[in-house]
């Protein structure tokens, strides 16, 4: 018995070591474990904010993610040199959710072993490439933004390969810097990141603590040069992005029969002092589950992001018969998105006046409820005289082409406590002017608050979105 334990953790302890160069055994799916920014294992963790704080934060991220995602695509005379991505934004560019990722295989002290270097990069659904900033950025002339963990020294890792120019299928659009494919994403704001395309060996955190995910030759861009990117990066604390759209480049693209084209997660309530695991998982890896609703996940043009047909919003039950003009999508400007990486729920103006002044009519009838106005925060908030939690609230219903994604009270709004100690609740969804005048057309955003509680699966490979309602923090 104590043997055959001493075996077990010495084979544990081997694997941990000898990972990097096993291609891990299993055949099948593929699962990594999601950080929320405001989770205790996030670098951007702030024990001592309070929840008004947070979710404040959360509402910018959301505003500002939202914001970038509804700049036009590029034209197709730019598209074969240059991708124009969205606009900048000085708060934050990235998802609210992010992975902790090896890349790399640097010399270890263990005979024969090797180790990767460990990065935070954030999860995103709205773009495809996998990239990080390398060491090439530091040369004359070139640019890096701050980051506190080393920038990949990719020359010294023994697994890293520069894609030859105009060979590989994922070397698009062919602009090929000395020989070798490159990336150039510049945004409207003259912020721009260039780099080689490479490819390198990846290892992620999954399901369990010891066995790690490990990808190899997996096509990610090695930045060499990011200029106006400053701001990029949390201060310091995230090095890049692993994109989940839908281009050729995506982590559910590259991963190819292990995750069949699909992947699924199902979010929690993330409190800020829990530590709950999320996990994004992958092909056979996705619990099978049945009563899923489907509706089919649009693409359009180059466009990365998963875009949806929103037709209506109900509240408790009865539809509000929005017009489905409001969320239509009309060339290249407004649609809907389906985003995990949009932390609130962000609606067009039009749209979201409609939604207001129902719920407003709807609490009307309710005695002991009192409008006020919260500095900075959601624009629908009452204070309740006696405190009830979510009690009393309606749900909300998005009508997504012939499914239903239901949002529970609890979802739907968000309940805080105001200075004097007093309950107050508010929707927990924003329009695009809520702190900024109006933009044109800009994209509705269903984002990761109002996907809680629901198993969420993405069929790439069939363009279908399939979910239904599920307690996350049984099966996440
Ligand atoms: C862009 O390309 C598409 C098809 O490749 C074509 O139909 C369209 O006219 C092009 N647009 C412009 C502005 O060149
Ligand atoms: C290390 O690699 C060498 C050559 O590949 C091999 O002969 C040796 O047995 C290996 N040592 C260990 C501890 O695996
Ligand atoms: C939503 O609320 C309405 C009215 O309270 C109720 O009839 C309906 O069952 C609720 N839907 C869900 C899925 O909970």
């Not at 930045?223 to 949390?234: S, T, V």
Request: proline share 4%; glycine share 8%.
């Amino acid at each position: 018995m104590a043997n055959s334990a001493k075996l077990f953790l010495g084979f544990l302890v081997m694997s941990i070591f000898l990972l990097p160069k096993i291609a891990i055994g299993k055949s099948n799916g593929f699962t990594l474990k999601l950080i929320h920014r405001d989770s205790p294992e996030s670098p951007l963790y702030q024990a001592n904010l309070a929840q008004l704080q947070r979710t404040r934060k959360l509402i910018l991220q959301s505003l500002a993610r939202s914001t970038y995602q509804s700049h036009e695509h590029p034209s197709n005379s730019t598209q074969h040199f240059i991708n124009v991505l969205r606009s900048k934004v000085d708060y934050q560019l990235g998802s609210i959710f992010m992975a902790q990722v090896g890349i790399g295989s640097f010399r270890a002290s263990w005979p024969n072993s090797s180790s990767p270097i460990s990065y935070f990069l954030h999860v995103d659904t709205g773009s495809s490439l996998i990239w990080t900033q390398c060491e090439e950025c530091k040369a004359r002339g070139n640019n890096c933004f701050y980051q506190k963990q080393p920038i990949f020294p990719d020359l010294r890792s023994s697994s890293y390969t520069k894609l030859p120019c105009n060979v590989h299928p994922l070397c698009y659009p062919r602009r090929c810097v000395k020989r070798f494919c490159s990336y150039h994403y510049e945004y409207e704001d003259g912020s721009s990141s260039e780099g080689y395309l490479a490819s390198e060996t990846f290892s992620f955190d999954s399901s369990t603590s010891i066995q790690k995910e490990i990808v190899q030759n997996m096509v990610f861009g090695c930045g060499f040069n990011q200029q106006n990117m400053k701001n990029y990066g949390d201060q310091g604390n995230i090095a890049g992005i692993l994109g989940l759209g839908w281009g050729p480049r995506s982590l559910v693209k590259q991963l190819g029969s292990r995750a069949g084209g699909r992947f699924s997660y199902c979010l929690q309530r993330v409190d800020g002092n829990h530590q709950r695991n999320t996990f994004l998982r992958f092909g056979s890896d996705i619990p099978s589950r049945s009563g899923l609703q489907t509706t089919d996940l649009l693409q359009y043009g180059s466009e990365e992001a998963y875009f949806v047909n929103l037709v209506d919003i109900s509240i408790a039950g009865s539809r509000l018969h929005i017009p489905s003009d409001h969320f239509i999508r009309r060339g290249s400007r407004g649609g809907t998105i389906f985003d995990s990486g949009t932390s609130y729920t962000i609606i067009i103006e039009s749209a979201y006046n409609i939604l207001e002044q129902a719920l407003v009519n709807h609490f009307s009838k309710f005695v002991g409820l009192t409008r006020i106005r919260v500095p900075r925060f959601f624009s629908l908030c009452y204070k309740r005289s006696i405190g009830r939690g979510f009690s009393n609230l309606p749900n909300i219903t998005f009508h997504i082409g012939d499914a239903n994604l239901v949002a529970q009270p609890e979802v739907a709004f968000s309940v805080d406590k105001a200075q004097d100690g007093k309950e107050f609740f508010c929707l927990a969804m924003a329009s695009h002017s809520l702190f900024q005048s109006n933009m044109d057309d800009p994209v509705t955003a269903i984002g990761a608050y109002q996907q809680i509680n629901h198993r969420i699966i993405y069929d790439v490979t069939r363009k279908k979105l399939q979910f239904r309602p599920e307690d996350c923090t049984q099966n996440p």
